[in-house]
């Protein structure tokens, strides 16, 4: 079996020149997922800190709207957000690329599981640290950013791998407002070639060759940081 | 300034007339159904040394955590330093005290918990200097040569850099006393500070405190069940019971010869 072998009539058989035909694609594609998952990920983690404090904040016109808003983005399906951002947004004059889009909406959606993560790992920190904090008399602002939120970050960083993964597995719903992800890439290749086997096969191996990994890091980083 | 003494006797804030340092009036705290405090009035003088006594429930770690602002009473007042810590006085009349007054009034009051509570995310010497640099804006190395000398002086100069957890507990909780005597308190509260160790880690620890109690003019609010050490370093035991003080007096006439049924009901108990 080498790539040389071309067997351009037959769909039974498996064709390494349709593979070949598509890597570049294919390598745009991860380059895209990527980028989606890698700025997702930081939106998530950033707004899912906004809320989870907002969950603790001493007025009810905070914890209120926050968590109406949270409820509702978590209970409603990504795909739904997505076409919505992407469809309705523009009526009201605000338009931004597919890409752009989806990342912003992936990155919210996650936003509100990330920020019951948090609200988790700072639940955990015992009530003896924020009386030790109040003893010495610590601003609120200190006692959140080096005594509170230090123990909670370090608790839920696993569980935040955890959904990194799990957002790198929905990227592909970003494919249904036309983002050149990596399913869009395949679909967009076979559809030239009707070579659906080789692209999606290939898409699918490249799903687990990045997942698999990244929880087994996940996994070590976990017994380092949970002693 | 870097030459100070960890405990020397100058005070940030000098408490009034030199006499009267805490003063409870009429305190009333509920939980509940259950008052645990029932108007309760008592002072303490500057530079003494109190031991709160009496059965579990009678109110002696709420009057710490009332004067730790950790919790509010739900009726009377209290004073330190001639200062509300509860209300603050606003065009002639009292009115509950906001966050930022109940701050100031607070800086003058440390507190060592039974669970000690270090930060186990900070290393030793940073427990100790994150308050004074933050809250009371001391430069870092001044900060930092504060924090060396009350680590010699608990007896633990060479554990700067550990984590809170690669200590004992006897040697967590020294340091829990230096953390809070770097911001110069001039109220140090006591909550049942041997209660979690085990019994061979105790002894150094009341060591330290006995050094403290017999060196500093600090006035030292304490809850313990270590009679011994109580007998040793009070200048006054409170007897508590059912939210109010039934017996008070020095500790040779309480330990020796207490006048109340109740005082010596619990004393042949604990001692």
Redesign the interface.
Known sequence: MSAGTHDTGSTDNWDWGAVADFMPHFWDGVLVTLQVLALGSLISFSLGLVWALAFRAPTRLVRWPVGLLTEFVRNTPLLVQLFFLFFVLPEWNIQFSAETTGTLAIGLHYSTYTAQVYRAGIDAVPVGQWEAAKALSLSYRRTWTAVILPQAVRRVVPALGNYVIAMLKDTPLLAGIGVLELLQRSRLEAAQTFQYTEALTVVGVAFILIAYPSSLLLRALERRLVR | MSADTPLSKERPNPAVDGSELIRFDRVVKRFGANTVLDELDFSVASGKHVTLIGPSGSGKTTILRLL???IKPDEGTIKVGGAYLTHEEKNGRLVPAGEKHV?EV??N???V?Q?F??????KVLRNIT??PV??LGLPKDEAEQRARDLLDLVGLGDKCDAYP?QLSGGQQQRVAIA??LA?RPQVLLLDEVTSALDPELVAGVLDVLRDIAHTTDITMLCVTHEMNFARDISDQVLMFDAGRVIESGPPEKIFSDPEHERTREFLSAVL
């Open positions: 730790m602002t950790l701050r607070r800086k009051i440390g507190m918990f669970q509570n270090l930060f186990p995310n900070m994150e308050a933050t809250v957890t953390r809070a911001m």
